[in-house]
């Protein structure tokens, strides 16, 4: 599988710097899955980005380029596995979670109050490819869904190495929490308080 995400989001974990995703889901997503194992992350340049990037963090979608594939192909890089997920239903805890991400406060309530009001908080764990997996482009990943059918064969390799150390995943866990509360799901949802 495959999640699509802002590319500058994206960048910022390859360079060691997890960014907390604040997923509603795609227009054709039928709803908020929460991925099981490892998934592979698919930049994506949507042209919202750029609005919706705070201006001090703009230079991470001109650097996100690296990441992008050749046309008619995807280049896979990036594995995931969701460490910590919450569940956030009152809007006054967003300007909260300004510091844990790279979105305009415009942006965060946009995708707040679509369809109905909520979010889900991701805070997740990514290992770099030591050789990259490139794939044909397949139309079906076209539009505007998060998920991506990749089909088989498409593991991480054993010797990946992950892009931020345990230290500072576990203390950005436990920053989150002391705003959202403890995890609901993942690894880190059993460390407690």
Same mark, same amino acid.
């Given at each position: 599988?495959?999640?699509?995400?802002?590319?500058?989001?994206?960048?910022?974990?390859?360079?060691?710097?997890?960014?907390?995703?604040?997923?509603?889901?795609?227009?054709?997503?039928?709803?908020?899955?929460?991925?099981?194992?490892?998934?592979?992350?698919?930049?994506?340049?949507?042209?919202?980005?750029?609005?919706?990037?705070?201006?001090?963090?703009?230079?991470?979608?001109?650097?996100?380029?690296?990441?992008?594939?050749?046309?008619?192909?995807?280049?896979? &890089?990036?594995?995931?596995?969701?460490?910590?997920?919450?569940?956030?239903?009152?809007? &006054?805890?967003?300007?909260?979670?300004?510091?844990?991400?790279?979105?305009?406060?415009?942006?965060?309530?946009?995708?707040?109050?679509?369809?109905?009001?909520?979010?889900?908080?991701?805070?997740?764990?990514?290992?770099?490819?030591?050789?990259?997996?490139?794939?044909?482009?397949?139309?079906?990943?076209?539009?505007?869904? &998060?998920?991506?059918?990749?089909?088989?064969?498409?593991?991480?390799?054993?010797?990946?190495?992950?892009?931020?150390?345990?230290?500072?995943?576990?203390?950005?866990?436990?920053?989150?929490?002391?705003?959202?509360?403890?995890?609901?799901?993942?690894?880190?949802?059993?460390?407690?308080?």
């Amino acid at each position: 599988m495959g999640l699509k995400e802002w590319a500058s989001t994206c960048l910022a974990y390859a360079e060691g710097t997890p960014l907390l995703l604040l997923r509603k889901g795609g227009v054709g997503d039928a709803g908020l899955d929460r991925p099981d194992g490892l998934f592979w992350l698919v930049p994506t340049w949507v042209h919202q980005q750029e609005q919706g990037l705070r201006p001090e963090r703009r230079d991470l979608l001109a650097r996100a380029e690296t990441l992008r594939s050749l046309e008619g192909t995807l280049r896979l &890089s990036l594995a995931a596995r969701l460490m910590a997920a919450w569940g956030i239903s009152e809007e &006054s805890v967003l300007p909260q979670l300004r510091p844990f991400h790279a979105m305009t406060d415009e942006t965060v309530a946009k995708r707040f109050h679509y369809r109905k009001p909520g979010l889900q908080a991701w805070l997740l764990r990514v290992w770099k490819a030591p050789v990259p997996v490139d794939l044909r482009w397949n139309p079906v990943w076209d539009g505007c869904v &998060s998920w991506m059918d990749l089909g088989a064969g498409h593991a991480l390799e054993a010797d990946a190495k992950p892009t931020a150390d345990e230290s500072v995943m576990l203390n950005l866990y436990e920053r989150l929490a002391k705003v959202l509360g403890p995890a609901s799901a993942g690894p880190f949802s059993a460390l407690g308080e």
